[in-house]
């Protein structure tokens, strides 16, 4: 007559119970991926710190460039800002009889822009009126713009181009 134990009774000299070992095992597995939950989470604790000690570091910073900046700016006085104005004024006047024309060809196909020099603002406004409108054509006639007029400008076409990008189309010419 044979007889049979049930599995969870453990005889000795029989075989050990591999379920107990499966348990086991199963704890030590989730211990370890547990301790490398944490030791990632830490890790990322670490680079948060250190992200967060160079925002302060930049935060300190601007704050210091714009406490020069307003401090420069209270040191520049009202005297000189009129005379910053007024030569602005001036040159403006002097370029106002002046036109650039760019791409008239020269010697051995190159090209370089030529200032003009006229007698009167009247003459660079009917030039620049009457200027070629055919952009096909390789001659470009420009008014002589002093460089905060030219970056000006050059402001209002990127506005006018992100503004024509965005889709807006109530745009007027002024003249």
């Known amino acids: 007559m044979s007889v049979t ?38 890790n990322e604790l670490e680079n948060i710190k250190e992200k ?3 925002a302060k570091q930049k935060i300190n910073n601007l704050e210091r460039n714009i406490d020069e900046i ?15 104005i007024l030569q ?3 040159e403006r006047k002097q370029r106002s009889n002046n036109v650039f024309i760019i791409g008239l060809p020269e010697a051995k196909d190159k090209t370089r822009p030529v ?13 620049l009126r009457n200027k070629p409108k055919d952009k096909t054509n390789s001659i470009k006639i ?13 402001k ?9 990008n965005e889709g807006e189309t109530a745009m007027y010419k002024i003249c």
Not at 70 to 84: G, Q, R, V
Request: proline fraction near 4%; aromatic fraction near 4%; include cysteine.
């Open 52 to 54: 967060q000690v160079e």
């Open 115 to 127: 200032k003009v020099f006229l007698t009167s603002p009247a003459i660079v406004k009917d030039i």
């Open 70 to 84: 307003t401090n420069n700016k209270s040191k520049h006085s009202d005297s000189m800002l009129c005379e910053d």
């Open 88 to 90: 602005e004024l001036q």
């Open 142 to 154: 420009y008014s002589d713009q002093t460089p905060l007029q030219a970056n000006y400008f050059k």
């Open 156 to 164: 209002l076409k990127e506005e006018l181009k992100r503004r024509k």
């Open 5 to 42: 134990h049930s599995p969870n009774k453990r005889q000795s000299g029989s075989q050990p119970n591999l379920s107990t070992m499966e348990d086991s095992n199963n704890q030590q597995l989730a211990t370890r991926k547990r301790k490398q939950q944490q030791t990632k989470i830490k």
